[in-house]
């Protein structure tokens, strides 16, 4: 069965702190895609890929960064973790064919206390 | 721009009753439609598409979505719910343009099946 594994379901940390979330996809996908999802704001995209070392911002970039180094791993990073970070994380990927839709993780909820 | 919009924020059904949740999109060229469902702190997961052919697309669960062109439509309907079936929708539709196509999701709805 193909997968997006996102590596942590439930995290805590302080606020000042360097977070990464990791997500890895088993399913040779060109692109990955980085979301947070809030209450009554729906998804909004921060950063996506569509290539290894390839970046581009989504919607919400501000407060993220994000590393491709090989094909199958994306991560987030929030350079300073703040309590308005705190949300639930969604990661996802797709080929480049748009037929398939995005395969998504089963998501991290990061508080920032 | 390619859009979509989903009108209710939460539908109200009951157990065994018909359900239809909505969703009309805003695109140039030729639509890809999708829905997907979220259950309580997962993942969303995809429910059915369309991309061509016929206009009745059935999908996971007992779902199914019809595609109408004329009104830009593209709800989702079961014929009888289930309690198991509350959880939030997402509709959405393929955006072309840049360097990457990308998913433009819907604000999502919440269903409440009550038993």
């Known amino acids: 069965d193909v997968k997006v594994t996102q590596s942590s379901r439930y995290l805590v940390k302080r606020t000042g702190e360097k977070v990464f979330l990791e997500c890895v996809q088993d399913?040779?996908?060109?692109?990955m895609f980085w979301y947070r999802q809030d209450p009554g704001l729906g998804l909004r995209l921060i950063y996506f890929s569509y290539d290894v070392k390839m970046k581009e911002k989504g919607d919400i970039p501000e407060g993220y960064s994000v590393s491709r180094e090989k094909k199958e791993r994306f991560s987030l990073i929030l350079e300073s973790a703040s309590t308005n970070q705190t949300s639930m994380y969604l990661c996802?990927?797709?080929?480049?064919?748009?037929?398939?839709?995005?395969?998504f993780g089963s998501g991290t909820r990061l508080t920032v206390v | 721009a390619q859009s979509v919009a989903q009108p209710e924020d939460q539908v109200n059904v009951a157990e065994g009753n018909p359900l239809t949740v909505k969703c009309t999109y805003s695109v140039s060229g030729n639509p890809y439609l999708f829905w997907y469902v979220q259950y309580p702190n997962r993942g969303l997961q995809f429910l059915l598409k369309?991309?061509?052919?016929?206009?009745l697309v059935k999908g996971s669960y007992g779902f199914e979505a019809e595609f109408n062109k004329s009104q830009t439509s593209f709800h989702l309907k079961k014929p009888s719910a289930l309690v198991s079936d509350s959880a939030l929708y997402f509709c959405a539709v393929w955006s072309y343009g840049g360097a990457t196509n990308k998913l433009i999701f819907g604000t999502g709805t919440l269903l409440a099946v009550q038993p």
């Open positions: 399913m040779d996908h060109e692109n």
């Open positions: 369309y991309i061509t052919g016929d206009n």
């Open positions: 996802a990927s797709s080929p480049t064919d748009s037929f398939y839709g995005y395969t």
